[in-house]
């Protein structure tokens, strides 16, 4: 039989890149989906996005055991003057016990003093929500948990349980069938005679497959026969998504794998220009990849390490995360246990030249930031501070090619943020989502540690957003025009308490949830605020922050507070009254370098996509006719 040649023998990068987009045209990687039990979920590949149906936690619970407490009448009470409270003013709780009615702090049960008559002495003053696990403080209904692609964790399936979501909708694993080929390979338990080789390859496909969360069937060896191979393959192929023959792929007398496949189907590269790994056939088949391995161990490994891991990666639509070190920028500072080494989730990004790691949320309870999280800082035993700027090594748990893949949005909450970097995942872009304000926003731009930031920032004197801020705070600024939206006062349904303006919210009977310092949201009630002469001390629970507008709603909406200001939309999740104050503008504040990376090209494509646009349609109280208009400016000379 005459002797083949390699025939499309090609670099390693030029072969895969090939193979992945012939296979993408013949519509290898459309999703193919199915439902499964969250239960069951484990290592599954969510097919869409999955969205919290209740809060997490769904009552506000006492975080420590103790006393419960009302934090007004704990004011001046100090180690020298102990405030002593009697029967009725505090009630004895348990870590977890609901907070008991008109109660809004806990103190640690080793901070009071227990007197025989009854009543307890405290030591010092406690603010509102002090050791107190509120509603929603983990996650809160309609929010966003997680994007479609991503592949679920055990602590996952926690979070998506604890927030009501029972079932998901979910790729379907990759199905892979296995076929060892030569006369000379035999059982590895049987005895070895000269001549004859074990059989051990087929179980490192399998497991190296597996671990990637293929479904894998391995077959008995076939012999060196071209009409058994031929039959092999005729019967794999319907009930399988990937074909990998081992052996037979090379360019001798008796290797028949290349032969077969180039018969029935496209010879994408035979031959790699690479060492171990060089025999190696990459084929479509009936629009199916079947590819020939190797038979040497190192060389299948290579190429398995090298091809067949991105095929199934891609069939995923995700990359594995690899364990790695590396030396990140702290974007902000970081207080620690000083008696105890401290592990932090952070999410990473690459940002110019260096990389840059943003805290996540904090806490034994806390499951969601171990869903977003890029890595751990560890924080040592003894170091009270880590500063902002400050380097220090964190331990990866996503891969690095992820991060630095990864965008990072800082800044101003607002629900479109989520659901746009749900559409941008399709295209390739990870965003990473961390709020902290307008305010933050802004410093985190001007320090180089976010590529864009969301902000709504009101001037009093121009009655005019953010512009007139950014110019004195940056001078050198670029902005794309992003939403107008409704804000206002978000109420029970119903208007129970019949609140109608700013003003309403001075009533005793009235209690108010704030958003927290430098948020936007936070200036524009103090810019009313002072204009109405109403003084913050008026408002019953000005002190009470949250972090999101659909924080602020779920706290109205469990009769946590009677009114909060937010944007309309949350109040149509979650089927609130709203009460109109005023339209403002919310926009993208864009680190300037970041104008040149092909990643912000692809934000604004898909941010001004007629896919985005029917996303924002069916959201109340926004405007986006101005929708991806840039506003340069440098600094004056």
Same mark, same amino acid.
């Given at each position: 039989?005459?002797?083949?040649?390699?025939?499309?023998?090609?670099?390693?990068?030029?072969?895969?890149?090939?193979? *992945?987009?012939?296979?993408?045209?013949?519509?290898?990687?459309?999703? @193919?989906?199915?439902? #499964?039990?969250?239960?069951?979920?484990?290592?599954?590949?969510?097919?869409?996005?999955?969205?919290?149906?209740?809060?997490?936690?769904?009552?506000?619970?006492?975080?420590?055991?103790?006393?419960?407490?009302?934090?007004s009448?704990?004011?001046?009470?100090?180690?020298?003057?102990?405030?002593?409270?009697?029967?009725?003013?505090?009630?004895?709780?348990?870590? +977890?016990?609901?907070? &008991?009615?008109d109660?809004?702090?806990?103190?640690?049960i080793e901070?009071?003093?227990? *007197?025989?008559d009854?009543?307890?002495?405290?030591?010092e003053?406690?603010?509102?929500?002090?050791?107190?696990?509120?509603? +929603?403080?983990?996650?809160?209904?309609?929010?966003?948990?997680?994007?479609?692609?991503?592949?679920?964790?055990?602590?996952?399936?926690?979070?998506?349980?604890?927030?009501?979501?029972?079932?998901?909708? #979910?790729?379907?694993?990759?199905?892979?069938?296995?076929?060892?080929?030569?006369?000379?390979?035999?059982? &590895?338990?049987?005895?070895?005679?000269?001549?004859?080789?074990p059989?051990?390859?087929?179980?490192?496909?399998?497991?190296?497959?597996?671990k990637?969360?293929a479904t894998?069937?391995?077959? %008995?060896?076939?012999?060196?026969?071209?009409?058994?191979?031929?039959?092999?393959?005729?019967?794999?192929?319907?009930?399988?998504?990937?074909?990998?023959?081992i052996?037979?792929?090379?360019?001798?007398?008796? %290797?028949?794998?290349?032969?077969?496949?180039?018969?029935?189907?496209?010879?994408?590269?035979?031959?790699?220009?690479?060492?171990?790994?060089?025999?190696?056939?990459?084929?479509?088949?009936?629009? @199916?990849?079947?590819i020939?391995?190797?038979?040497?161990?190192?060389?299948?490994?290579?190429?398995?390490?090298?091809?067949?891991?991105?095929?199934?990666?891609?069939?995923?639509?995700?990359?594995?995360?690899?364990?790695?070190?590396?030396?990140?920028?702290?974007?902000?500072?970081?207080y620690?246990?000083v008696?105890?080494?401290?592990?932090?989730?952070?999410?990473?990004?690459?940002?110019?030249?260096r990389?840059?790691?943003?805290? *996540?949320?904090?806490?034994a309870?806390?499951?969601?930031?171990?869903?977003?999280?890029?890595?751990?800082?560890?924080?040592?035993?003894?170091?009270?501070?880590?500063?902002?700027?400050?380097?220090?090594?964190?331990?990866?748990?996503?891969?690095?090619?992820?991060?630095?893949?990864?965008?990072?949005?800082?800044?101003?909450?607002? &629900?479109?943020?989520?659901?746009?970097?749900?559409?941008?995942?399709?295209?390739?872009?990870?965003?990473?989502?961390?709020?902290?304000g307008s305010?933050?926003?802004?410093?985190?731009?001007?320090?180089?540690?976010?590529?864009?930031?969301?902000?709504?920032?009101?001037?009093?004197?121009?009655?005019?957003?953010?512009?007139?801020?950014?110019?004195?705070?940056?001078?050198?600024?670029?902005?794309?025009?992003?939403?107008?939206?409704?804000?206002?006062?978000?109420?029970?349904?119903?208007?129970?308490?019949?609140?109608?303006?700013?003003?309403?919210?001075?009533?005793?009977?009235?209690?108010?949830?704030?958003?927290?310092?430098?948020?936007?949201?936070?200036?524009?009630?103090?810019?009313?605020?002072?204009?109405?002469?109403?003084?913050?001390?008026?408002?019953?629970?000005?002190?009470?922050?949250?972090?999101?507008?659909?924080?602020?709603?779920?706290?109205?909406?469990?009769?946590?507070?009677?009114?909060?200001?937010?944007?309309?939309y949350?109040?149509?999740?979650?089927?609130?009254?709203?009460?109109?104050?005023?339209?403002?503008?919310?926009?993208?504040?864009?680190?300037?370098?970041?104008?040149?990376?092909?990643?912000?090209?692809?934000?604004?494509?898909?941010?001004?996509?007629?896919?985005?646009?029917?996303?924002?349609?069916?959201?109340?109280?926004?405007?986006?006719?101005?929708?991806?208009?840039?506003?340069?400016?440098?600094?004056?000379?």
């Open positions: 039989m005459e002797r083949k040649i390699y025939l499309k023998k090609m670099e390693l990068g030029q072969a895969l890149r090939m193979y *992945l987009n012939r296979l993408k045209e013949t519509g290898f990687f459309e999703p @193919k989906t199915e439902k #499964v039990k969250v239960s069951e979920a484990i290592d599954r590949v969510l097919a869409r996005a999955v969205f919290a149906l209740r809060s997490v936690p769904h009552y506000s619970s006492a975080a420590v055991d103790g006393i419960a407490v009302r934090s009448e704990t004011v001046q009470a100090s180690k020298h003057a102990p405030k002593r409270l009697d029967k009725g003013h505090f009630v004895i709780v348990n870590t +977890g016990q609901p907070m &008991p009615k109660f809004d702090a806990v103190i640690m901070d009071v003093h227990f *007197l025989e009854g009543s307890v002495e405290i030591f003053p406690v603010p509102a929500f002090h050791n107190v696990r509120t509603i +929603g403080e983990d996650a809160v209904e309609y929010d966003m948990l997680f994007c479609r692609y991503h592949r679920l964790a055990p602590q996952d399936l926690a979070l998506l349980l604890a927030a009501g979501v029972f079932e998901v909708e #979910v790729l379907k694993n990759l199905e892979c069938a296995v076929v060892p080929t030569g006369d000379e390979i035999v059982d &590895p338990s049987s005895e070895l005679k000269e001549g004859f080789i059989e051990t390859n087929s179980v490192l496909v399998r497991t190296f497959l597996e990637l969360g894998v069937r391995v077959l %008995d060896p076939v012999g060196d026969d071209p009409a058994k191979l031929v039959s092999t393959l005729q019967r794999l192929l319907p009930a399988h998504d990937l074909v990998l023959f052996g037979g792929s090379s360019a001798g007398q008796k %290797d028949f794998v290349y032969r077969t496949l180039e018969k029935f189907g496209e010879i994408v590269a035979h031959g790699l220009s690479i060492r171990p790994g060089k025999p190696t056939v990459l084929a479509i088949v009936e629009k @199916k990849p079947v020939g391995l190797p038979g040497f161990p190192a060389s299948c490994f290579t190429v398995l390490e090298r091809v067949v891991k991105p095929v199934v990666e891609a069939w995923y639509h995700q990359s594995e995360p690899d364990e790695d070190l590396l030396q990140a920028e702290c974007a902000t500072r970081v620690s246990s008696g105890d080494d401290e592990f932090v989730r952070v999410v990473l990004a690459k940002v110019k030249d990389y840059v790691c943003v805290p *996540l949320k904090r806490g309870a806390t499951m969601s930031s171990l869903t977003k999280m890029d890595g751990v800082l560890v924080a040592p035993r003894g170091q009270e501070v880590i500063d902002e700027g400050e380097r220090i090594r964190v331990q990866l748990t996503s891969s690095r090619q992820r991060i630095d893949e990864t965008v990072l949005f800082v800044g101003s909450n607002d &629900p479109l943020i989520d659901r746009l970097s749900d559409l941008l995942i399709e295209r390739g872009v990870r965003l990473s989502v961390v709020n902290v305010l933050g926003g802004v410093k985190a731009i001007a320090k180089s540690h976010a590529h864009f930031a969301g902000v709504h920032l009101f001037d009093s004197e121009s009655e005019t957003y953010n512009v007139p801020f950014l110019r004195r705070m940056l001078g050198r600024f670029v902005v794309v025009k992003f939403a107008r939206r409704l804000q206002g006062l978000v109420v029970q349904k119903g208007n129970p308490k019949s609140i109608r303006t700013l003003q309403d919210l001075v009533r005793k009977d009235v209690r108010f949830v704030n958003r927290q310092k430098a948020s936007g949201t936070r200036i524009l009630l103090d810019y009313y605020l002072s204009k109405l002469g109403i003084e913050p001390h008026q408002i019953n629970g000005y002190e009470n922050e949250e972090l999101t507008h659909i924080s602020v709603a779920l706290r109205v909406k469990r009769n946590l507070a009677d009114a909060g200001l937010a944007v309309a949350v109040a149509q999740l979650m089927d609130l009254d709203f009460v109109p104050l005023c339209w403002e503008e919310y926009d993208l504040l864009i680190l300037p370098e970041f104008l040149n990376d092909e990643r912000f090209q692809t934000i604004f494509d898909v941010m001004t996509s007629s896919d985005f646009r029917n996303v924002v349609f069916q959201c109340s109280g926004y405007d986006i006719s101005d929708l991806g208009k840039i506003i340069r400016e440098d600094e004056p000379k």
